[in-house]
């Protein structure tokens, strides 16, 4: 605690001010710097409380000089009236002046957590709850989390359950959040329209297309109908991955099944990551049979329903495990609900069961690649095939470069998921670390090494995961799809 040196903050019934303050600044020179670039709301007086409100941000009350361990933000509904009240000042001054991201009223606490600051100046605090000291009674998870403790149980976040994730400036801030938002956004809908185009031709003229060939379109299938659940998220802007925020509840990422719109886009969206998997591994078997075992076009077609058992029952059991787990979480940069982040699940639940497939279709991809180039090299040999020649070297290159356009981006898409599952614990420490006070949770002690996410590799994973839906395409050809229109 110091003796309060501000003229701004004079007259509020308080002569000590707590350091490091809410912006974690250390100094008070430095906090009056930044206090008074808004020195203009508080002269022309744009609400009855922007004093209050910027004074419990920049020169925080010190309410014990022996014990306290944190500043005391201001509540909730005080940041709402100063924000609301000093709307018209703000839209019709000269100053320049912006409600700044760091005063979202989402990020302080409701009127009912641990303690904060309301319109009198005074200290607010729920029954359960006392000012932060090191004396403080209340339960050390409580504590832990801060004003995001959630009464749901199936909410976990830094290892205590019934604690929730921000929604806002959670890794990334918002112009983060927006730039990888419209980049999902793009591509989704570039991939939406290429797999469409794919799955029409094929309803156009479905006689054309035969086992093992099929495979395909129900491949595209599942691609496109994935691309529409991320346009959907894109277009709800976080309003189905997040909980909505509310006077008494800060916006929490949604977590676990008990929100509708949620739980149906994790459950479209996972069943069909999945499926599309399995239909890789049927495309590869199909092709090998065809060109390893010396199937012809009607045995493979007579046994196609179990091509069919496989890709969607396997997906449907999965998508159940999970669902009855509550393992759903909400995320922002995509704006729809997956498999929760914490490492074990997306190893178990979505790397573990990706890399297994795409390893059993490239498998398959390889040894149909060798079984067709012996059969290439024969009709080399036998001048009397030599004129289908080139039509089964054009097939060759085809299904060679198909397998090449859906691994690839599998393989970045799987790095990327490793690389998620495997930082969760540092990137959670770093922004502990970041923001402890400013959400009245106890700050990390951890001996993990703390370290911010890289955006760009989120988006990589986005870009990799539609880029086969938007490349797909070539397995039709242009000439093939005119024709068929």
């Not at 201001?74 to 839209?91: G, H, T």
């Not at 045995?299 to 091509?307: D, L, R």
Request: glycine fraction near 6%; aromatic fraction near 14%.
């Amino acid at each position: 605690c110091q003796i309060l040196q501000s003229n701004l903050c004079s007259g509020l019934q308080y002569n000590q001010t707590f350091f490091p303050n809410y912006f974690n600044h250390k100094d008070q020179s430095i906090s009056q710097t930044e206090m008074d670039v808004y020195r203009p709301m508080i002269v022309n007086n744009c609400s009855p409380v922007i004093r209050q409100f910027l004074c419990s941000l920049y020169m925080p009350k010190c309410i014990s000089p022996t014990s306290q361990t944190k500043p005391i933000p201001p509540c909730r509904p005080l940041c709402i009236r100063a924000r609301d009240d000093c709307k018209k000042f703000l839209s019709n001054s000269n100053f320049g002046l912006t409600w700044s991201d760091s005063f979202k009223c989402e990020n302080f606490p409701p009127v009912n957590a641990l303690v904060c600051i309301n319109e009198n100046f005074t200290i607010v605090q729920s029954v359960s709850s006392r000012p932060p000291s090191v004396n403080t009674s209340t339960s050390p998870s409580t504590r832990a989390c801060g004003i995001l403790q959630n009464q749901k149980s199936e909410y976990t976040f830094l290892n205590i359950p019934g604690c929730a994730k921000p929604c806002h400036d959670f890794y990334f801030n918002s112009n983060q959040i927006q730039l990888a938002s419209s980049v999902v956004g793009i591509v989704a809908i570039l991939a939406f329209c290429c797999t469409l185009l794919i799955f029409i031709t094929f309803l156009i003229d479905r006689q054309g297309y035969e086992y093992p060939e099929r495979s395909v379109i129900f491949l595209v299938f599942c691609y496109c109908v994935l691309s529409l659940t991320y346009i959907v998220g894109f277009m709800a802007q976080r309003n189905i991955a997040c909980n909505p925020s509310t006077q008494s509840v800060n916006s929490t990422v949604h977590q676990g099944s008990g929100k509708e719109g949620c739980t149906v886009l994790f459950l479209i969206n996972y069943f069909f990551t999945i499926a599309s998997s399995v239909w890789w591994v049927v495309f590869s078997l199909g092709w090998y049979l065809a060109a390893g075992k010396k199937w012809v076009e009607e045995g493979i077609n007579a046994v196609s329903h179990y091509f069919h058992l496989a890709a969607w029952l396997i997906p449907a059991i999965l998508t159940i495990v999970v669902l009855a787990l509550g393992k759903i979480e909400g995320d922002v940069l995509s704006g729809i609900c997956f498999v929760n982040t914490r490492s074990n699940y997306l190893y178990g639940f979505v790397i573990a069961p990706l890399s297994i497939f795409l390893l059993i279709g490239l498998g398959f991809s390889i040894a149909t690649l060798i079984s067709f180039y012996r059969i290439r090299r024969e009709m080399l040999t036998d001048h009397r095939q030599g004129d289908g020649t080139a039509e089964f070297e054009k097939l060759l290159k085809k299904i060679g470069i198909f397998a090449f356009l859906y691994v690839v981006p599998g393989i970045i898409v799987i790095s990327c998921y490793l690389y998620e599952a495997s930082n969760q614990n540092s990137w959670t420490a770093y922004w502990q670390q970041q923001n402890c006070r400013r959400y009245s949770m106890s700050c990390s002690s951890t001996s993990i090494p703390a370290n911010a996410p890289n955006l760009a590799i989120f988006i990589v994973k986005y870009i990799a995961l539609f880029s086969f839906g938007i490349a797909s395409s070539y397995w039709i050809g242009l000439q093939r799809a005119v024709t068929a229109w």
